[in-house]
């Protein structure tokens, strides 16, 4: 006699095959270094498209800004790198960037089918923060911003050094921080409006990542 696998999308949150412990939330710290980052990350979106240029008197002030929140969300997502590597509870490095890891892989492509499966359904599994698909579009999201930042660092760097070009969008530095500013800018837009979805489909996802209580 064949035994029916259970449908995913009705079970409760806490019998979902992918969750450790779904009832459980990543630790105070990394949702509060999660809250500042996004904020930083914001910011530079956001000034990146009313930002005339940092000679021109009328941007220099928004210039500013975007420089000095730049320089903030890349000493964040360093802070988030070391305490993703010392912290006790949350998702591990490994399951972030399950890249060489055959097993993590197979988790991964056997969740993304999961969540492929219940999408053709209109239905979302019930979210867990420790899935391989939550966790790995975590380290996705961290990896991106970390590229942006740096690349903003180091163009800040070289302009205090006194070697930038006087064309700095022709430097290559700058051509990676344009090319993964929008990268960033599809990540935030499908990541924050999946989160919603979750959201509104009763799974917390939000409630739980954005609460600084313990």
Known sequence: MT????????????????AKNPDARHPATTRALHAALAITILVQLGTSQVMPGPDEAAGASIFQVHQYSGLAAAALAFVFWLTILFRRNGSEIGAMLPWASPARLR???????????ALM???????????????AVHGLGLMLITVMAGSGLAYYAIVGLGLHSP?????????VHFL???????YLIAHAGLALLHQVLGHRALSRMWSLKN
Do not use: C
């Open 3 to 18: 035994t029916m696998a259970p449908d995913v999308d009705a079970l409760p949150a806490n019998k979902h095959p992918d």
């Open 107 to 117: 988790a991964l492509i056997a969740d993304i089918r999961l969540h492929l499966g």
């Open 121 to 135: 359904r209109l239905r979302l599994p019930p979210y867990a923060q420790d899935s391989a698909l939550a966790s």
């Open 167 to 175: 064309e700095p969008d022709g430097m290559l530095v700058m051509q």
């Open 180 to 186: 993964f500013a929008n990268l960033v800018w599809v």
